[in-house]
């Protein structure tokens, strides 16, 4: 072969050769491009996923396939509430199940159960106490099909459970309630009679005692009665004002065994969209409330109206503020007020006024909060209602 079609040959190669490279390096720096990309998406995902795993109102804690602790979320942190959860990362998750289920270990949970399993968590390291909670695992697999670790989600059900046998006592008190009622109205029927026919001073006194004891029974009742039935408002236009002066003229028989003096300062002209019977039934429980508070001697009931801000339509709430100069009220009583059967007279009591007061300002789209009064010195009870501007 002559010399010059060698060169031409060598010229060619190394030019095929060139464009080669030039192509192996662009499809290099696209694959690196790409590669980079696709890392930033992993990282948006992990940071996406982990927003999602803290934001969600369950426990969540995540296991290699070495069953070591990798992940723990803020809403599992928060229910065990005040344990160091930090301190259990890239640890066995028998250490942790042993501490906060009772001695329990992995083996326990993965035995053939149905899930959800419920089970009993250690929270509060102050004041050491079990929660009720639904436990979920579910294995995590990789692309081998292999175990890649688990996943634990722990539900809190305390609530759940509180609200079922709240449910439950109210079902069996409104049949209990019913079964009572006749005999206790028999009861009055014939102790009216008896006062009638008997003038005798002593006999007088204790057949007196007897119907007064009779109608507290019967407001008992009564209240049991509201608590557990289904409350539908029949709403209409009311002047607040009337409904006011109304629950305090209900409630006179305390106000003026007490002595109590009641102040009003609604505004004449506030109309309000109500169910009356409903609001009026929340004040008068509110009054009653106050009335057993304060002193025999100058007790003071102040009840006034404003309007505040907010709301979802923008329109506000009118708020009407229930003060007195009694004891007042304590972290713990604030904290349960509006809690079903829960009371703070010393002679008893259903506990379900306050309840029953909130649910009732609840139907019509309001709320109600409870603090000590700055003005009087005494317990303070406001009602939100919206407001139609």
Do not use: W
Request: with cysteine.
């Amino acid at each position: 072969m002559a010399q010059n079609d060698n060169d031409k040959i060598e010229a060619i190669s190394g030019g095929e050769l060139k464009k080669a490279f030039e192509s192996f390096e662009a499809a290099s720096q696209k694959l690196s491009e790409y590669y980079k990309n696709l890392e930033e998406e992993i990282k948006d995902l992990k940071e996406n996923l982990n927003t999602v795993l803290e934001s969600l109102p369950l426990g969540i804690l995540i296991t290699d396939e070495n069953n070591l602790i990798k992940f723990i979320n803020k809403s599992l942190t928060d229910l065990a509430d005040g344990y160091n959860l930090v301190s259990y990362l890239n640890r066995p998750i028998d250490e942790f199940l042993k501490f906060f289920f009772n001695g329990s270990v992995l083996g326990n949970f993965i035995k053939p159960v149905f899930y959800p399993a419920e089970k009993l968590i250690k929270s509060g390291a102050q004041n050491e106490k079990f929660i009720p909670v639904f436990l979920y695992i579910k294995n995590i697999h990789g692309n081998n099909k292999k175990n890649s670790g688990r996943i634990f989600i722990i539900q809190n059900i305390e609530e759940i459970k509180k609200f079922k046998r709240l449910a439950e006592l109210g079902e069996m008190s409104a049949k209990i309630a019913h079964e009572i009622r006749n005999p206790l109205g028999s009861i009055d029927l014939f102790a009216s009679i008896l006062q009638k026919e008997i003038k005798n001073g002593e006999h007088a006194e204790i057949i007196s005692n007897i119907i007064s004891a009779v109608k507290n029974m019967n407001a008992t009742i009564n209240n049991v009665l509201e608590f557990s039935k289904t409350v539908n408002p029949a709403i209409s236009s009311c002047r607040l004002s009337e409904a006011v002066n109304k629950s305090i003229m209900y409630s006179s028989y305390i106000i003026k065994e007490k002595n109590v003096k009641v102040i009003t300062e609604i505004d004449e002209n506030l109309i309000l969209e109500i169910d009356e019977n409903l609001i009026g039934q929340t004040f008068v429980n509110i009054l009653i409330n106050a009335a057993h508070a304060v002193q025999n001697i100058d007790g003071i009931i102040s009840v006034k109206s404003s309007a505040v801000s907010g709301g979802e339509d923008g329109n506000g709430y009118i708020r009407i503020d229930f003060e007195d100069n009694g004891s007042g009220f304590s972290a713990d009583i604030v904290k349960n007020i509006f809690n079903p059967f829960f009371s703070t007279k010393k002679s008893g009591g259903t506990g379900l006024g306050l309840s029953i007061a909130l649910n009732n300002v609840m139907v019509h789209g309001g709320y109600m909060s409870a603090e000590n009064s700055k003005e009087l010195g005494g317990a303070k009870i406001s009602v939100f209602l919206p407001y139609l501007a």
